[in-house]
């Protein structure tokens, strides 16, 4: 989508490739020129990726007219929406599975403290006072 109002492609005519033009700036300086390299679909593609991890290129917005503008603005806050959707749900899921995995473990886990404190018990008492018919040495668990 931000291919197609063409901000930053110095490619397409307008004001953007102009101001570059008329002042006989380096290229280099141009926005997106790093990944002139790869073409514009991929150049593309890595700007869409970077703004996905936050990193925001607002260079080639100046040169927008108004109507570009209020176009590249809808289109990144419907990206950045999207984007922070996809991830939430993501973490959610995460989150959701993790609760799943401990759920599933839960009765062992509280029975493993039960005979932990049992067998703490069991040592605290003194040895005199202890019936060993009714603390066996082993417990069996089936």
Excluded at 42 to 54: I, M
Excluded at 102 to 111: A, G, H, S
Aim: proline fraction near 3%; glycine fraction near 6%; include cysteine.
């Amino acid at each position: 989508m931000f291919a197609v109002i063409g901000a930053g492609n110095q490619n397409v005519p307008g004001e953007f490739k102009n101001a570059y033009d008329e002042d006989g700036a380096d290229l280099d300086d141009l926005p997106n020129q790093e990944y002139a390299e790869i073409g514009l679909f991929l150049g593309y593609l890595a700007s869409t990726l970077r703004v996905s991890l936050g990193d925001f290129d607002f260079d080639a917005s100046v040169f927008l007219t108004k109507q570009e503008s209020w176009l590249y603005w809808g289109i990144w806050f419907l990206t950045v929406v999207i984007q922070c959707i996809i991830f939430l749900n993501f973490i959610i899921a995460e989150a959701s599975n993790s609760y799943a995995v401990v759920k599933e473990n839960l009765d062992q886990l509280i029975n493993k403290e039960k005979s932990t404190l049992v067998c703490e018990a069991e040592k605290m008492m003194p040895d005199r006072v202890k019936n060993h018919n009714l603390f066996p040495k082993y417990i069996i668990i089936r």
